[in-house]
């Protein structure tokens, strides 16, 4: 399990940078494995671990709690009273956060399409 030192937040260094930026900080934990995936499957509603275990094809349940816990620490989920994990109001305004980047995603996939002829 994660201590609370190892999980990102904003104003202390993080991997890649020092300077305790809440953008670098927001980036290395997205940018965690599987951390980005956890949160999209919870985006329509929550999900015990078993079911997010089973979404995430791949995911190993050691990795799984970890991303649980440090996404629980960061705020950005919560546990429900039944156990399982939902999106706080900071998890669900993160998705909003993440749609022009979502947009910009599909332009470039669309370009890519059609340099490359695929």
Known sequence: MPSARSVPTPGAA???????????????????RWALRILW?????????RPLL????????????E?????TVTGLIVQTESGGYQLSAQ??????ALEPLDQWSTRWARSEARRTGR
Do not use: F, I, K, Q
């Open 14 to 32: 993080v991997r890649g940078s020092r300077t305790g930026r809440p953008l670098m900080a927001a980036l290395d934990l997205l940018g965690r």
């Open 41 to 49: 499957e919870l985006r329509d509603g929550p999900l015990g671990a």
């Open 54 to 65: 089973a979404a995430c094809d791949g995911l190993s349940s050691s990795v799984l709690y």
């Open 67 to 71: 991303r649980l816990r440090e996404l």
């Open 91 to 96: 998890g669900r305004s993160l998705g909003a």
